[in-house]
């Protein structure tokens, strides 16, 4: 029996590292279910595992999955009840974002940051593609950067084809299980590229025509970084439905007005009509913005329509 950990999954195969840098090929055994969790993958990349390994070739059987720290996961429909782990054991997210080029909606950012907050799991934004910019696009960045430094995340301006400095994202990832996500076509293959020449993944230009990516990364994979850590590309996502969020409880989700709930007059205040609400007095006040109110209203109403 060997320990590995899981780098690629594609639902059905799987990529193991092991020992002192081997790669095995792996399926799972028949039965193999996660316990707690129905309709879904039960293996994601991330995963630490044992597996039964052929003596002669680098295949083999995975037979367990070791207990996860955390995992992450998205809806694989509005509808469906389906639910996929996009990645197991993560120490941090980045959400990489673009001004244009495509233009990630502040919505999409908020979906993203509450999600993280309900797994417990550190974000940051990395804006992408600077060199992009005129000074109205570089105003709205400022813009959203300065509003989310506020709450506490961290915030990253970045060019991969212009100024390519990345030493502060790498003191960032540094010796950590990193997951970038974002809408197809913001960079993220290109910021893995840079950061590991030796990996020479696919990326491709967006069109002009839908100003989207094309969906080039179609799996979730974890790559060794030279200066230690590990990146888990994933495909672009369109948006980002938020799984199983108790109505009462999706406010602890936006730390500002989380902070701000504690004046509230009622206890169970959901910060709509209800009187003497002191978030709603911070949006007024610009305390808290506007936009992040909006986002946290229509996820309170469920409207996952547009984030699949
Ligand atoms: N101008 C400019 N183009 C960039 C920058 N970063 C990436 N690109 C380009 O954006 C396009 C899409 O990049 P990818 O790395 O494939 O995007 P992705 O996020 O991996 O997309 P999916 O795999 O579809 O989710 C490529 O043509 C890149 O060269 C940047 O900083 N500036
Ligand atoms: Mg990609
Ligand atoms: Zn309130």
Same mark, same amino acid.
């Given at each position: 029996m060997e320990k590995g950990l899981v780098i690629k999954s594609t639902g059905s195969r799987y990529k193991i590292l092991f020992g002192k840098g081997s790669i095995a090929e792996c399926t799972i055994k028949g039965?193999?279910?996660?316990?707690? #969790?129905?309709?879904?993958?039960p293996i994601a990349v991330g995963d630490n595992v044992l597996f039964e390994k052929d003596t002669d070739r680098n295949s083999g059987v995975i037979t367990e999955v070791l207990e996860r720290k955390n995992y992450i996961i998205r809806k694989a429909?509005?509808?469906?009840?389906q639910a996929q782990i996009i990645?197991?054991?993560?120490?941090q997210v980045f959400l990489m974002a673009t001004i244009i080029l495509p233009e990630t909606p502040v919505e999409f950012i908020d979906r993203f940051l509450a999600t993280a907050e309900a797994y417990r799991i550190p974000a940051k934004i990395i804006f992408n593609?600077?060199?992009?910019?005129g000074s109205q696009e570089l105003e709205r960045m400022e813009f959203l950067i300065s509003l989310y430094t506020k709450i506490g995340y961290k915030c990253f301006r970045l060019s991969l084809t212009k100024e390519k400095n990345t030493e502060l994202l790498k003191i960032a990832m540094a010796g950590k299980i990193n997951l970038l996500s974002g809408?197809?076509?913001?960079g993220k293959t290109t910021l893995l590229n840079l950061l590991?020449?030796?990996?020479n993944l696919k990326t491709e230009i967006i069109s002009d025509y839908h100003?989207?990516?094309?969906?080039?990364?179609?799996f979730p994979e974890m790559h060794l970084m030279p200066f230690g850590g590990y990146i888990i590309d994933t495909p672009g996502i369109r948006g980002f439905g938020v799984f199983d969020m108790d109505r009462k409880e999706i406010?602890?989700?936006f730390p500002e007005i989380f902070r701000k709930?504690?004046?509230?007059?009622?206890?169970?205040?959901?910060? #709509?009509?209800?009187?003497?609400?002191a978030v709603r007095s911070s949006v007024e006040s610009g305390d808290i913005d506007p936009l992040r109110y909006r986002s946290y209203l229509n996820i309170l109403e469920n409207d996952n329509r547009k984030y699949r």
């Open positions: 039965k193999l279910r996660v316990k707690e #969790l129905r309709n879904t993958n429909s509005n509808l469906s009840k990645a197991a054991n993560i120490d593609k600077t060199d992009l910019y809408n197809s076509g913001v590991n020449p030796a990996l100003k989207q990516g094309k969906h080039i990364t179609t406010y602890h989700f709930s504690k004046d509230c007059r009622f206890y169970n205040c959901l910060h #709509l009509e209800e009187p003497g609400c």
